[in-house]
């Protein structure tokens, strides 16, 4: 910065110059003192509304979002902060003002863009298991006698899907996937062995019942080349 200097360019004295010139003639010269693309993409998943971003499926919609742009910030402003305004809505398109502030020069400059977000609909892998056959963890509800009791039935039911409810939150695997009513039972569908297990450890307690685990080979886990398992889990209550 040396204000005693003129710009080259527009003649001016005594403003502060960066690289030579003044702030104005110099941002005039270099559009991309502040670069974000006019275009961004999100891919989300329409059923359970998670983002994909940094490479990883997470909800929390509009703070992804503004990661997302933020990370897409490329600019020459020094000590820069990024503040961004939600604007309308085109058909998949949101549009976004960006507006960086920051200093050139010692000079403090605000600068502004509008971008359009496009929204792209992706499944995201563990809705798209919950939508297929698969299943870590099968387990067979059925009655220990010959008469179902329904209302005992339903509310085991329940019990099982509410029992890893802190567990969901961060590994969405340990969810129910699917539920099957069959003539003498329920058949009830794991997307975790895991959870499966804890879910029925609390479960047998709660019911004072036994559980009888069976377990088959599907494969091989391409990461750790360790054997894979499904396992049917029958219970009598
Ligand atoms: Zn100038
Ligand atoms: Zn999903």
Redesign the pocket.
Same mark, same amino acid.
């Given at each position: 910065m040396t204000p005693s200097r003129f710009c080259p360019k527009c003649g001016e004295s005594g403003k502060p110059l960066f690289k030579g010139f003044c702030v104005n003639c110099y941002m005039a010269d270099h559009p991309n003192v502040l670069e974000i693309p006019d275009r961004i993409e999100l891919e989300y998943?329409?059923? !359970?509304?998670?983002n994909f971003a940094h490479g990883e499926?997470a909800s929390g919609h509009e703070d992804t979002i503004h990661e997302l742009i933020r990370s897409k910030v490329r600019t020459e402003l020094e000590n820069h902060s990024v503040s961004i305004e939600p604007g309308r809505e085109q058909g998949k398109v949101r549009f976004y003002t960006i507006v960086v502030t920051g200093t050139l020069g010692g000079e403090e400059v605000m600068l502004e863009r509008k971008i359009g977000l496009r929204m792209i609909k992706k499944? !995201?892998p563990? !809705?798209?298991r919950k939508d297929s056959t698969y299943y870590e963890a099968l387990v067979q509800l059925r009655p220990k006698g010959k008469e179902i009791d329904l209302d005992r039935l339903k509310s085991a039911m329940n019990f099982l899907r509410n029992a890893n409810r802190a567990l969901i939150k961060n590994h969405r695997e340990a969810e129910v996937f699917r539920y099957e009513r069959v003539k003498n039972g329920v058949n009830i569908y794991f997307g975790s062995m895991k959870a499966a297990k804890k879910a029925l450890q609390a479960f047998v307690k709660t019911y004072a019942c036994e559980t009888n685990e069976s377990y088959t080979l599907v494969g091989l886990d391409k990461s750790t080349g360790k054997r894979r398992y499904k396992v049917t889990i029958s219970v009598r209550i």
């Open positions: 998943c329409p059923e !359970c509304l998670r499926w499944q !995201c563990v !809705c798209a």
